[in-house]
T-cell receptor, first 114, second 115 residues
Framework: AQTVTQSQPEMSVQEAETVTLSCTYD???????LFWYKQPPSRQMILVIR??????QNATENRFSVNFQKAAKSFSLKISDSQLGDTAMYFC???????????FGKGTKLSVIP | KAGVTQTPRYLIKTRGQQVTLSCSPI?????VSWYQQTPGQGLQFLFE???????NKGNFPGRFSGRQFSNSRSEMNVSTLELGDSALYLC??????????????FGPGTRLTVL
């Protein structure tokens, strides 16, 4: 079974600053995917970024980037130039290739302060 | 394209009752998954349906069941409700692309309160 751990229940960042959210996972699988999902207050969850484990290059999507350390089983999310609209719960998730069953961490509540 | 829709959005039931939640996937999406979100346990996978067949099931008691119709719409049912079933129930759909990784798109959820 897989486990995903997000050690920071809450974080805050000043607008326009950079923040990094941590995620570690435990698995014996070799083929898998990792995701960061964002759930704004009272709004639906959306995919922020994803990483395929066999790819060494870290994924980036505009202001969002990840630091994927496969040996350390670490998958952190960096948000640059934080905006008020980034205020949300952020969930790290694991998916074994072919299963389409997501295993989520408990989430990090990020507040962007004006 | 319309997103994933879930009905009802809010529901209040009493212990012992049963409830049915509905999910309409994005047009063209053939797979539907269900997740339970609670403050204590976080997000937990319930089950996934494709072509009207349950393909995967999480670690939930038999009181939780689901089905998928030929138009890909899905329902989940919880019988003999318990207080601990109070949660946000999320539905996610994906297109089942061949040769690639599907993105799952989530609906807004149904907030179930059991009194």
């Amino acid at each position: 079974a897989q486990t995903v751990t997000q050690s920071q229940p809450e974080m805050s960042v000043q607008e326009a600053e950079t923040v990094t959210l941590s995620c570690t996972y435990d698995t014996s699988e070799s083929n898998y995917y990792l995701f960061w999902y964002k759930q704004p207050p009272s709004r639906q969850m959306i995919l922020v970024i994803r990483q395929e484990a066999y790819k060494q290059q870290n994924a980036t999507e505009n202001r969002f980037s990840v630091n994927f350390q496969k040996a350390a089983k670490s998958f952190s999310l960096k948000i640059s130039d934080s905006q008020l609209g980034d205020t949300a719960m952020y969930f790290c998730a694991f998916m074994k290739r072919g299963s389409y069953q997501l295993t989520f961490g408990k989430g990090t509540k990020l507040s962007v302060i004006p | 394209k319309a997103g994933v829709t879930q009905t009802p959005r809010y529901l209040i039931k009493t212990r012992g009752q049963q409830v049915t939640l509905s999910c309409s996937p994005i047009s063209g999406h053939r797979s539907v998954s269900w997740y339970q979100q609670t403050p204590g346990q976080g997000l937990q996978f319930l089950f996934e349906y494709f072509s009207e067949t349950q393909r995967n099931k999480g670690n939930f008691p038999g009181r939780f069941s689901g089905r998928q119709f030929s138009n890909s719409r899905s329902e989940m049912n919880v019988s003999t409700l318990e207080l601990g079933d109070s949660a946000l129930y999320l539905c996610a759909s994906r297109p089942l692309l061949s040769g690639g990784l599907d993105t799952q798109y989530f609906g807004p959820g149904t907030r179930l309160t059991v009194l």
